[in-house]
């Protein structure tokens, strides 16, 4: 079973790796979809983006990253997934995602397997982690080593 794990991941944060390791024990595949938006200003670029998830996770043989444009359906399609996977942080996410779900089936006909984060990542995201870099606050716990290392050089 291949499961498709959408996102900017701008930049990739502990709970995303986290998921993203959880999910290679559970499914055959996992693909990370480095999605891009054109109305957005990332930190990362894409390439960027997916060559640090493929540096987090280079022990993971059955997991890849690659990025994309468009509507996530029709990456999913073309990489022959059989679900989509969405991270949960809480109840606020809960609500979208479901919605977000339902939405995919309907016109996608393909599931959503939802993982909640594990607890010690549930208030960690991507912006929380841009705002930290903004104000010149301590990184360590919020990235995996490799993307704060990343970052200290971008800042340079």
């Known amino acids: 079973m291949i499961c498709l794990f959408p996102g900017s991941f701008d930049p990739p944060t502990m709970g995303h790796i986290d998921l993203v390791r959880r999910a290679a024990k559970l499914f055959d595949r996992v693909i990370v979809a480095v999605m891009i938006n054109p109305d957005k200003k990332p930190l990362f670029t894409a390439e960027e983006r997916v060559a640090l998830i493929r540096r987090c996770t280079a022990d993971l043989p059955n997991v890849e990253a690659r990025s994309g444009m468009g509507l996530t359906l029709d990456m999913a399609r073309e990489a022959g997934a ?63 080593p490799e993307i704060e290392a990343a970052l200290a050089e971008k800042a340079k």
């Open 82 to 144: 059989d679900v989509l996977l969405r991270g949960l942080r809480g109840e606020g996410d809960a609500v979208f995602e479901s919605q977000l779900a339902a939405a995919n089936r309907h016109v996608g006909g393909i599931d959503t397997v939802a993982m909640f984060t594990s607890p010690e990542y549930s208030y960690i995201s991507s912006t929380i982690v841009r705002d930290v870099i903004r104000h010149g606050g301590d990184l360590k716990g919020l990235v995996p």
